[in-house]
């Protein structure tokens, strides 16, 4: 028998840090919630503008009453880093114009419902 479980599985929420800097950059999110079967795969979109090159990206995970986990990060040249052994199922995406960025989680789980953070930091 197939077990299929709809959840609540994403809540994006996303957020900006620029240090040091008089520069807006403004940050939407194409979705604000989620909802997928268990197995399936999730791309979470984080779309931003601005008036210079973004150096970093990032993506943080928030359980209820937790602090923010840090994800994995994509500089300005493409250099993509995370902790494969903790998140083997995640992978990110910049697109080439450099104003859309993509978090996809690959076979969601249960344990995959939180928040999601997006990060822009110069």
Request: proline share 2%.
């Amino acid at each position: 028998m197939v077990h299929e479980l709809q959840y609540d599985l994403f809540k994006t929420c996303l957020t900006l840090f620029i240090s040091g800097s008089t520069y807006e950059e403004e940050i939407i999110s194409a979705t604000t919630e989620e909802r997928v079967f268990e197995g399936d795969g999730v791309t979470l979109s984080c779309n931003y503008t601005g008036s210079y090159s973004t150096d970093t990206l990032l993506w943080y995970q928030q359980y209820p009453r937790s602090k923010p986990e840090f994800l994995l990060l994509i500089t300005e040249g493409g250099l993509k880093t995370h902790n494969e052994s903790t998140h083997p199922r995640l992978s990110v995406k910049l697109n080439e114009d450099k104003t859309h960025v993509d978090l996809e989680i690959s076979s969601a789980e249960v344990t995959d419902s939180a928040l999601y953070y997006c990060e822009v930091a110069s």
